[in-house]
């Protein structure tokens, strides 16, 4: 039977955001791993344009932020998004039509970047018009959910629809205002608006993808309400409130106005409240549960990274601080933190999300539980061989620049933290190797047996006092 790329039938649009999600997972982590390398000798692709340090990692960047994890939140919330509001999705061939042009111009836009056409600015490095084929996509995408809402069969809004919902708004805003394609502005300017785009793009709309899967799954999984309505809007509203506020901590070295800089140091600070709220949501609801987390990968993946999403919240409001931001703004420290913010905490989330969907995705259980687990301990004990490495690393070179110790004596003390980075790099692209074989094994099972699904909005996941729930 022949693969249809436009395809009506239910969850359709769902399987193939995953599906793709996962190649840009792989890709990312290669691309990474040659980065990674790169630093320990940087002559591995000496004479190649294309492989390049610069044109690599921006490839990376937008391979692991615009592909693995915006296609696999996607992936998520077209298949959450049904179950809670009790309707299909509003059209699968929009959906799949949004699927193909989102990849369709990342992989174009990828490979313009690996050819020098660039706007070189973090985040938004795509052209002109991979943004705008994107910024369509995205659109299509927002539209079809955001019908799909509208026509809810359920009364309640769960959390998870909540941040759905904001995810879909906040990203074509985001966006628009921080792509030269739709904005032209110049300087310290174009560095204020850089600032803001790429702090919304990981708040408002990564942050709000993932924290929709994890709603969604700590209480389907464990069977529990969800603890607390207050503390979900809490959470909820304290993202959206004060993210975007936050993108001044990056230029607290720049000649920018000062009240911009206080007020990104103020918001980061309180960012630790709202961050605080969701993970003791999701914790306590776990409360009588916690052997779960052993025996379900999904949990695991999604309780893996709620742990690294309060450590990130600790971390940045910490290095936030006017002294300590000017000591590791500008070290190898920045890149752990940016790590754990994407592949601690983004990534293990995701990664649960898509163990959990899969299988009800593909109507088979996962081929084999042994890769599942090495999967798992392979990319945890990666992640945190890289992340605690680069952390070593932008101490190191924070104290040698505060001594006045001149860059070409630094350099040599830090070979071994990148040796160790890339060591933890190669564990985790092994372990994302392990991951899609399984998955082609799983796609290319006979045994069609899906696991059990739990009901779109059952009442054991409302909580005591009425209101949203987390199902």
């Known amino acids: 039977m022949g693969i249809r790329l436009i395809d009506g039938s239910s ?21 990474g791993l040659v980065t990674a390398i790169q630093l320990v000798w940087p002559d591995l692709t000496r004479g190649i344009p294309q492989l390049q340090f610069g044109r690599l990692r921006a490839a990376y960047l937008n391979a692991a932020v615009l592909g693995w ?3 696999a939140g996607l992936g998520a919330a077209h298949y959450i998004v049904p179950r809670l509001t009790g309707r299909p999705l509003w059209s699968e061939r ?20 690996l050819h020098g056409w660039t706007e070189g600015r973090e985040y938004a490095e795509l052209a002109w018009p991979f943004d705008l084929l994107l910024l369509a996509a995205a659109g299509l995408a927002g539209c079809n959910l955001l019908a799909t809402v509208a026509r809810r069969a359920e009364d309640e809004l769960y959390v998870s629809v909540w941040y759905v919902v904001g995810a879909v708004v906040w990203f074509p805003v985001i966006y628009v205002v921080g792509n030269r394609t739709f904005v032209r502005v110049w300087g310290l300017h174009d560095a204020i608006v850089n600032s803001f785009y790429a ?8 942050t709000a993808l993932a924290l929709a ?13 969800l603890y607390g309505r207050r503390l979900a809007l809490v959470g909820f509203w304290g993202l959206a409130l004060l993210y975007p506020f936050t993108g001044g901590v990056h230029l607290l ?8 800089k206080g007020m990104g140091v103020v918001a980061s600070a309180l960012l630790l409240v709202p961050v605080s709220a969701v993970v003791t949501n999701l914790f306590v609801t776990l409360s009588g549960r916690w052997d779960r987390v052993y025996r379900d990968i999904a949990l695991r993946w999604v309780v893996t990274g709620g742990f690294h999403f309060l450590m990130a919240g600790a971390l940045g409001a910490f290095q936030a601080t006017r002294w300590v931001n000017w000591y590791l703004q500008y070290s190898q420290w920045m890149v752990a933190y940016h790590h754990l913010v994407l592949w601690g905490a983004f990534s293990f989330i995701a990664l649960g999300a898509l ?3 899969v299988p009800r995705l593909l109507a088979r259980p996962w081929f084999s539980g042994g890769l599942a687990e090495a999967h798992f301990w392979l990319t945890l004990a990666g992640f945190t061989l890289t992340f605690w490495s680069l952390a070593a690393a932008g101490l190191v070179q924070s104290a040698a620049w505060l001594s006045g110790s001149p860059v070409q004596q630094v350099v040599p003390y830090l070979k071994p933290h990148f040796v160790a980075a890339v060591s933890g790099a190669a564990a985790m692209a092994l372990g994302q ?27 054991a996941f409302v909580p005591a006092g009425g209101g949203p729930g987390a199902a």
């Not at 949004?98 to 990828?110: D, I, Y």
């Open 11 to 31: 969850d359709s649009t769902a399987r193939r955001y995953v599906l793709t999600s996962v190649f840009w997972l792989v890709l990312a982590l290669a691309v």
């Open 69 to 71: 994890l915006s296609l």
């Open 94 to 113: 929009l959906g799949n039509w949004g699927v193909w042009l989102w990849n369709g111009a990342l992989l174009t836009g990828v490979t313009g970047l």
């Open 199 to 206: 702090q919304g793009l990981v708040g408002l709309w990564l």
């Open 213 to 225: 899967a994890a709603y969604h799954l700590v209480p389907v999984l464990t069977e529990r309400a």
């Open 253 to 260: 070295q720049a000649p920018v106005p000062e009240w911009l």
């Open 355 to 357: 163990y959990h969907a």
């Open 433 to 459: 190797s392990l991951f899609a074989y399984n998955l082609y094994l799983t796609a290319r099972a006979r045994v069609e047996r899906a696991p059990a699904e739990p009901a779109a909005a059952p009442a």
